[in-house]
């Protein structure tokens, strides 16, 4: 499976990016899907998932702020970030789910994209 997140970028605290991902190999569609993140220096976090009937949760840290949805496109899924702030600078990841509760992930990782936030 190869995955490919994309998206980041530089933007001011308060403001708003939509992360995009394309996995090929699998489809998308068949797993439970998540965005993961990792800032420099921590460990990486799992941060939204969405289930294969469209339910979804997030970390307390996004919760209102980060939408996580499914495309149009079998292989594609995105994370609406709004209200953007420095702590969430980090580089983002897409996978599938394979323990939610130990927040790990089913496939290799592919590359992320990073997201700087300015305060």
């Known amino acids: 499976v190869q995955l490919q997140a994309s998206g980041g970028g530089s933007v001011q605290a308060g403001g708003f990016l939509t992360l995009s991902c394309a996995a090929s190999?699998?489809?998308?569609?068949?797993?439970?899907m998540a965005w993961w993140r990792q800032a420099p220096g921590k460990q990486r976090e799992l941060v939204a998932s969405?289930?294969?009937?469209?339910?979804?949760d997030y970390a307390e840290s996004v919760k209102g702020r980060f939408t996580i949805s499914r495309g149009n496109a079998k292989n594609s899924m995105y994370l609406q970030m709004n209200k953007l702030a420095p702590e969430d600078t980090a580089v983002y990841f897409c996978n599938a789910v394979h323990n939610y509760a130990l927040g790990t992930a089913r496939w290799a990782w592919g590359q992320g994209t990073l997201v700087t936030v300015s305060s």
């Open positions: 190999g699998r489809d998308p569609t068949l797993y439970q």
């Open positions: 969405i289930t294969t009937g469209g339910s979804t």
